[in-house]
């Protein structure tokens, strides 16, 4: 058994952050065992190249008091090119500890070594990274996560989730 947690933050245009959490007991995601909103009412303001800084306390924040994770998947980029200049996820693991799932639904231009993963027919991949475990195993974890469409079940919930759309069950 995998604890693995898919997490994602919103930023509504009045300002704060809402950071939402998913959790499963293996990383295909097949059966939810937990969801989280955190609400934050501030935020730090957006950072070209820095983007972390205001993502990472919204995810300390949400990830605040669940029992911990072996595996965590993130909305965005792990390294941002093949020399591994950090992105989000490259961050999240130093603060976290565990191997971190990049799953981005747009091309970077720098992300060349980044995975494409199509699901469910879709033309359109998704650009795959990690740190802490091969990035074909990643890849191959997103082609098996729960869900028939372009975007595993579990990232389409933590994005509704995030940005308000949805309920905790």
Known sequence: ???????????????GGRAALVVADDPTFATLVE????????????EPGAFYKRELPALRAVLEGTAPLELIVVD???????????GLGAHVHDALGIP????????????????????????RPLYVTAIG?????????????AGPHRMPDALRRVDALARGHAVIA
């Open 133 to 145: 475990l091969p990035r074909d195993r990643a890849a191959g974890i997103v082609a098996r996560m």
């Open 1 to 15: 058994m995998t604890r693995s947690g898919a997490v994602d933050v919103q930023y509504p245009d009045g300002g």
């Open 76 to 86: 965005g980029y792990v390294d941002l090119d093949p020399d591994g200049r950090p």
């Open 35 to 46: 969801e989280r909103v955190r609400w934050l009412d501030e935020v730090a303001p957006y």
């Open 100 to 123: 971190v799932i990049g799953v981005a639904k747009t091309a970077f231009r720098t992300a060349t070594h980044a995975v494409e993963v199509r699901r469910g027919g879709a033309d």
